[in-house]
């Protein structure tokens, strides 16, 4: 049972936009810690994808975009291609934990 | 560019140790702190701990009573121990690197793991 909370899978057909949501509590989205989200392939390690929330590393296209408010965040793909998928992540500071949470991970399917 | 590059057993026997070891390459060592993390076979990610090249660890309240993290700044890399293993602690283990945030009520903390390490297969069965 992981503390933050993803859909097991979402779908969609390629050129769609597709959202995966990410539920925390106030131990941590919820009071405030920021939320990062990592695109894992079968076989290798995630990869940053999105950091403090919406802001992407260099070389992450403009198609991934994060939000966060209250207790829960977003990740938004836009213009969905067949090589987005991939099992995805969301990750945040817990402060009853003193350290890392995760989401149990949401695979996308591309249609 | 920091690059991560990681070993370690990877067939243990129930009640063994697992010992793990990641190399730091590119980028300052004593700049921010180093984590492990595991992902069990087919399932999501469990943050391990963290350690910093003074040797101040956090550890998963989960996992403390088998945890040891160490540093060596001389080489540049830092390891995992973790005592007692069982067919539940089958898992790839990773290596990252944790970048630091901070606010009035926390202080210090970690935030996003970037880069990681390539993972280690550690199968444990008798």
């Known amino acids: 049972q992981s503390v933050l909370t993803q859909p097991p899978s979402v779908s969609g057909a390629p050129g769609q936009r597709v959202t995966i949501s990410c539920t925390g509590s106030?131990?941590?989205?919820?009071?405030?810690?920021?939320v990062h989200w990592y695109q894992q392939f079968p076989g290798t390690a995630p990869k940053l994808l999105v950091f403090?929330?919406?802001n992407r590393p260099s070389g992450v296209p403009d198609r991934f975009s994060g939000s966060k408010s209250g207790t829960s965040a977003s990740l938004a793909i836009t213009g969905l291609q067949a090589d987005d998928e991939a099992d995805y992540y969301c990750?945040?500071?817990?402060?009853?934990?003193?350290?890392?949470?995760f989401g149990g991970g949401t695979k996308l399917t591309v249609l | 560019q920091v690059q991560l590059q990681q070993w370690g057993a990877g067939l243990l026997k129930p009640s063994e140790t697992l010992s793990l070891t990641c190399a730091v390459y590119?980028?300052?060592?004593?700049?921010?702190?180093w984590s492990w993390i595991r992902q069990s076979p087919g399932k999501g990610l469990e943050w391990i701990g963290e350690?910093?090249?003074?040797?101040?660890?956090n550890y998963n309240p989960s996992l403390r009573s088998r945890v040891t993290m160490s540093v060596d700044t001389s080489k540049n890399q830092f390891s995992l121990r973790l005592t007692s293993v069982a067919a539940a602690d089958t898992a790839v283990y990773y290596c990252?690197?944790?970048?630091?945030?901070?606010?009035?009520?926390?202080?210090?903390?970690?935030?996003?793991?970037?880069?990681w390490g390539q993972g280690t297969l550690v199968t444990v069965s008798s």
């Open positions: 990252a690197t944790a970048s630091s945030n901070h606010d009035i009520l926390t202080g210090y903390y970690r935030d996003y793991l970037d880069p």
């Open positions: 990750q945040s500071y817990d402060n009853s934990l003193s350290g890392s949470v």
């Open positions: 106030s131990s941590n989205i919820g009071a405030g810690y920021d």
């Open positions: 590119g980028g300052s060592f004593s700049d921010h702190y």
């Open positions: 403090r929330n919406s």
């Open positions: 350690i910093n090249a003074s040797g101040s660890t």
